[in-house]
């Protein structure tokens, strides 16, 4: 293996000349419009000038430094990023791309880092391949690594329906509540609730900041945020508090079951605790509610994920600037109450999804671990 700077095998193009007109989109409209950020796919348009078809290409965030490969025609919304394409026969787009993944720079600053860092960060190129201007070697290696990239995205589409499937159910015996077509009767959330707490509730800021301290290493008790509950990550780039710490914070121990809800920032984003079997107590910016015996709370949980759900607490969440909810205002969210048999019946229905699932998630941290490695071999130069 050699090593190529990356602005010796791509270039780069600005993208004024690709960029839309007009954001009135539609999916009856042929051209993609993309950005390089995390959603990628903004809409379709009907325009059919300056669209980009010198594919594949990458679109690259000179912001942010991210980035897709792109195979298909298309517009773009900003002039915040390069398109880069391959430089000259023997660099084979898909490999470079691959490459990339493994490239880390840090990009605190608001200011463009194509040209000023990421361009001069080096990945290896087949020595093959740059003596005899050809591309084999790397598309070998980038189709391993896509075949590893393909097994792991089909089990993220099988969580996703174990997901739909779960959703489905609850849609089938208890029906859509914004439609109520079997006549439910609605009562207060509160009224449900037995335990509406937060972190706050042990003290104030300056007896929690006396008695409570966030390390990085392991400890006694693991304090789970909401972030931890949004990637399902409960043992890496987490906080931990020491045993003293966990029982201070009495009146917030988490022991799973728990319906978790964000109250500021992403407010009124509901999450379901697991059971961890270890210690845990509630991070910050979070109410954790423990439901009474008259309602299950797999049932409440989904039921504050349907779109009439959804749509109940985001008429809750006050502030232009910074989104927060309240405690009363969770309370008197308004909700179906079936009957406790039928509701634990739908429960039962969910463990076993949940059974699936597990195997699921099992193995797409399998098809994770393959990828990364064969990923990192390829960056040393051993996937040849």
């Avoid at 078809?53 to 773009?76: E, G, L, Q, R």
């Avoid at 002039?79 to 490239?103: E, N, P």
């Avoid at 107590?281 to 509610?289: D, P």
């Avoid at 439901?291 to 502030?319: C, D």
Wanted: hydrophobic share 40%; with cysteine; aromatic share 12%.
């Amino acid at each position: 293996m050699e090593y190529k700077k990356l602005n010796e095998v791509l270039d780069y193009e600005q993208p004024s000349k690709y960029i839309v007109k007009t954001t009135d989109y539609d999916d009856s409209f042929e051209t993609p419009v993309l950005t390089a950020g995390k959603s990628f796919l903004l809409g379709y348009t009907k325009e059919k000038e300056g669209v980009f078809k010198n594919v594949p290409a990458i679109i690259f965030d000179d912001f942010t430094t991210s980035f897709h490969y792109v195979d298909f025609p298309f517009k773009v919304k900003s002039s915040a990023m390069k398109i880069l394409t391959a430089k000259g026969g023997f660099v084979d787009l898909k490999y470079v791309y691959l490459q990339m993944k493994q490239v880390r720079i840090d990009t605190q600053l608001h200011k463009r880092y194509w040209i000023s860092r990421f361009s001069n960060k080096e990945i290896p190129f087949p020595k093959i391949d740059l003596e005899n201007n050809y591309s084999k070697t790397q598309k070998h290696i980038a189709q391993i690594l896509d075949d590893a990239a393909a097994l792991r995205d089909k089990t993220k589409l099988l969580l996703e329906e174990y997901d739909a499937l779960a959703q489905s159910i609850f849609l089938d015996m208890f029906g859509d509540p914004g439609v109520n077509d079997k006549n439910w009767k609605f009562e207060e959330f509160g009224s449900y609730i037995n335990v509406l707490t937060d972190y706050h509730a042990n003290g104030s800021y300056q007896i929690l900041s006396k008695n409570v301290e966030l390390s990085n290493d392991k400890d006694y008790a693991l304090m789970v945020r909401t972030t931890d509950l949004e990637n399902n990550n409960f043992e890496t780039d987490v906080n931990y508090i020491t045993e003293k710490a966990y029982n201070f914070l009495k009146k917030s121990k988490v022991y799973g079951g728990e319906i978790i809800i964000n109250k500021i920032g992403s407010a009124g984003k509901v999450y379901l605790m697991p059971y961890l079997d270890r210690p845990v107590s509630l991070g910050m910016n979070a109410f954790m509610l423990r439901l009474k015996p008259s309602m299950n709370s797999l049932f409440a949980y989904f039921y504050l994920h349907t779109k009439y759900g959804e749509w109940q607490i985001s008429k809750r969440v006050k502030g232009a600037v910074t989104k927060t909810i309240r405690k009363d205002a969770v309370r008197a969210i308004p909700i179906i109450v079936p009957p406790i048999e039928l509701q634990n019946q739908f429960a039962e229905k969910i463990a076993l999804i949940d059974q699936q699932k597990a195997l699921a998630k099992q193995e797409l941290q399998e098809s994770e671990d393959l990828f990364n490695c064969l990923l990192q071999k390829a960056f040393k130069g051993e996937l040849v």
